[in-house]
Every structure is written in structure tokens, then in C-alpha cells.
């Protein structure tokens, strides 16, 4: 919670908003809601300038060339600072999600998509007498609300072949698979021949449930789908609904594996190695490797004979000098395990053309791989 807060409306310029953020200073909008979205991105271009410095009349120095995993850390603390400060612009909530400010949107299904249901608890707002039920960020509304288009309009994976049923609806706080190289990646990976009367697999940490509508959809008999976020059941249990694949896949809150062993079993944990700062950042961010360790040592015991683990990794860690090749391999060797394929496909998002991004060099230069592997106690067939 910020220290304090000053009621503001349209008469407040960029400049002076700016400054109050940087200082700490939250603001609570009591003006026309378009112009606060017009604040925020005014601030936002004042948080993009690089700070003006005053030129020193001293010897020049060669500084040290940062390394990759410098140049990170240093974006993303940059990256947290600018979101605390664009954080300070609030907005007031009546107690069902209503902003009762001129030319408002109606949010109340997004916010409950996002909040659950609203709470009755009442406070002083703008005009010192109306009874509201919260406070929330313009910035963390605007999240919310996109979210929420994406959730209503789905997104189109060709993996799942053809449309109008291909879509997957991600819910607010569950990351959304827009990635497609990876998934096309799990589509054409050859299954393994294990001989298994009924083919098993296990999908380790669902998210949307895309990995596990998409081995539904290649003819796998059964798939077992887990994760530990009610959010991600939730959102997985609507999209294979949707789809018609709730008979074929089962649902399950656990962290990493189901009990069994399966002929298949697929994980695309986060890729990072470092701490998340926020529930959707811990799809992207596994601090200390931990789910990435977690499955590779418990890999063969959940294997069934002649069944391989997929891994989908990208190399995007190793090129900002996070964890290293050598590392990764010896994370399979340690585990018992032996590599007997590997998928490779570029990144297609704008960001890996981005030549202007902090990290331009490392996604750049990034590939997304499929590791199969396999128990060492099973030989490798060709």
C-alpha cells in the first residue's frame, strides 16, 4: 500500500503526476476516465526517456561491457520500477465493479473474471460521500480488461487444426499460448512406440490445457493433466470442454506428477531461471529451476517401458547466462536419463525481431526445443 495518496482529476498535468508517482505518491483518478487512460500513457513516455545526466568534466574511463546476465537483471528491475510507478494511478469501485466516473467502461464482468465476486465493504470515495467498495490500479484494470478480450475471443492455434474448432481461451492470470513454435513442435514429434495397450500420457503443469487437447487431437487414449493453480483447472476444464475432449482428458490439482506411469509425459515449465514478481510471471519464471529439477528427477519413475519425457525448453536462459548448456545436460544425466531426439524451432513473436529490446541480442539468437527422453535402463532405438 502506498504511504499516500492525493486525490487528482483532469486538471493534473503528465508532469506533475509523473512526479508524484516517482516520489511514492499514489493517485486516485476523480476525472473523466479517458483522460486518466491519457495520463497513464503520458507517464508511461516519461518513464521511457533515459534520465539526462550532468556532463563532469573528468578523464574518460572505459567502462566494464555488462554480461548478458547483467543486462537482465538490470532490465528487469527497470521493468519492475516502471510498473510500481505506473501502479500509482487508482481508480475508485463501487461495490459491484462500476466505476462511477465519466465515459467509464462497464468492467464488472471482467473484474469478477479476474476478482471473483465483489465484495460489499464500503468506503469513502471521490466526492467524500459515495459509498465504494475499492481501490485498483488504472494499469492492473487495463490488464484485467484485456484479459478478458482474450478469454472472449479465444485464441486461433492451427496445431489444433482447422477452424472455427482450433481456439483456446485463456482466463485471466493463466498464461496464454501464443507462442506457436512449440506447440506446432508437440504436433509433429514422433509418439513413442511403448507397446502400451491403452497410450497414457501425463501433461505436467496443463495451464490452458493446449498440450493436452493438442495430444487428444493426435489419437493419445487417455491424458492426465496436472497443476497446483485452481486458475489454470479452471481455464484448462472450460477449453477442453469446449473442444470436446473432457472424456479424453482428466483434470487433476497436483503438483508435478499423478501417481502411475504413462507411455508420454510432456512439460513446457517456465523458462527462467529467476524469482517471479507476480502470479502470471511464475509461468515464465522458475526460481532456482525448481519445476524444471523437480520433473527431470522424477521423470523415469513415472515413465512406462520404452516411454519418453518431452521437454519443451527454450535455450533463451542460456543465452542471457542463466543456466548453461552443460548444466541442463548434466541435469538429465543426473536424473538417469538419455536424449534420443531433438525438435528445434526459431521464435516467431515481434520481440525476436525487436532490434531496439534491452535483450535484442539474446532473443535473437534464441531456439525452442522438444527434448525426448528416455530411462537410461531402455536402450535408445533408432
Excluded at 167 to 185: D, M, Q, T, W
Excluded at 296 to 314: D, K
Aim: charged share 20%.
Amino acid at each position: 500500500m502506498p504511504q499516500r495518496v492525493e486525490i487528482v482529476d483532469d486538471s493534473t498535468t503528465a508532469d506533475a503526476a509523473y512526479r508524484m508517482a516517482c516520489a511514492g505518491t499514489a493517485m486516485l483518478w476523480c476525472g473523466d476516465f479517458h483522460n486518466a487512460r491519457q495520463l497513464l500513457q503520458a507517464m508511461a513516455r516519461r518513464a521511457e526517456k533515459p534520465p539526462q545526466r550532468k556532463q563532469r568534466r573528468t578523464p574518460k574511463t572505459e567502462l566494464p561491457v555488462a554480461t548478458p546476465a547483467q543486462d537482465f537483471h538490470r532490465h528487469r528491475l527497470a521493468q519492475s520500477q516502471r510498473a510500481r510507478m505506473l501502479a500509482m494511478l487508482l481508480l475508485p469501485f463501487d461495490g459491484d465493479y462500476g466505476i462511477a466516473l465519466r465515459r467509464a467502461p462497464d468492467v464488472r464482468l471482467a473484474c469478477t473474471e479476474a476478482w471473483g465476486p465483489a465484495a460489499s465493504t464500503d468506503a469513502v470515495g471521490c466526492d467524500g460521500a459515495r459509498a465504494t467498495a475499492s481501490v485498483a490500479s488504472l494499469r492492473e484494470l487495463l490488464g484485467i480488461t484485456s484479459a478478458h478480450e482474450w478469454r472472449r475471443k479465444g485464441v486461433e492455434i492451427a496445431a489444433l487444426g482447422a477452424a472455427p474448432n482450433n481456439r483456446i481461451y485463456p482466463h485471466y492470470g493463466v498464461f496464454s499460448p501464443v507462442r506457436g513454435e512449440y506447440l506446432a513442435l508437440v504436433a509433429s514429434a514422433p509418439l513413442p512406440a511403448t507397446q502400451e495397450a491403452e497410450f497414457l500420457a501425463f501433461d505436467i503443469g496443463t495451464g490452458t490445457g493446449v498440450l493436452s487437447a493438442l495430444l487428444a487431437r493426435r489419437g493419445v487414449h487417455r491424458v492426465v493433466a496436472t497443476d497446483l493453480d485452481p486458475r489454470a483447472l479452471a481455464c484448462a476444464h472450460h477449453n477442453l470442454a469446449q473442444l470436446g475432449l473432457s472424456d479424453t482428458v482428466q483434470l487433476l490439482q497436483t503438483d508435478l506428477f499423478p501417481n502411475g506411469r504413462a507411455s508420454l509425459v510432456v512439460c513446457n515449465p517456465p523458462w527462467l531461471p529467476a524469482r517471479a514478481g507476480s502470479a502470471i510471471e511464475r509461468a515464465v519464471y522458475d526460481e532456482d529451476s525448481r519445476m524444471l529439477l523437480g520433473f527431470l528427477a522424477a521423470l523415469s519413475q513415472h515413465l512406462a517401458p520404452a516411454g519418453e519425457g518431452w521437454l519443451i525448453l527454450s535455450d533463451f536462459a542460456e543465452h542471457l547466462g542463466l543456466r548453461s548448456r552443460a548444466a541442463l545436460l548434466a541435469a538429465f544425466a543426473a536424473a538417469g536419463l538419455q536424449v534420443v531426439g531433438r525438435l528445434q524451432a526459431k521464435p516467431l513473436h515481434p520481440k525476436a525481431g525487436a532490434a531496439r529490446d534491452a535483450l535484442h541480442a539474446a532473443r535473437a539468437a534464441e531456439v525452442t526445443s522438444l527434448w525426448r527422453l528416455r530411462s537410461r535402463e531402455v536402450a535408445p532405438t533408432a
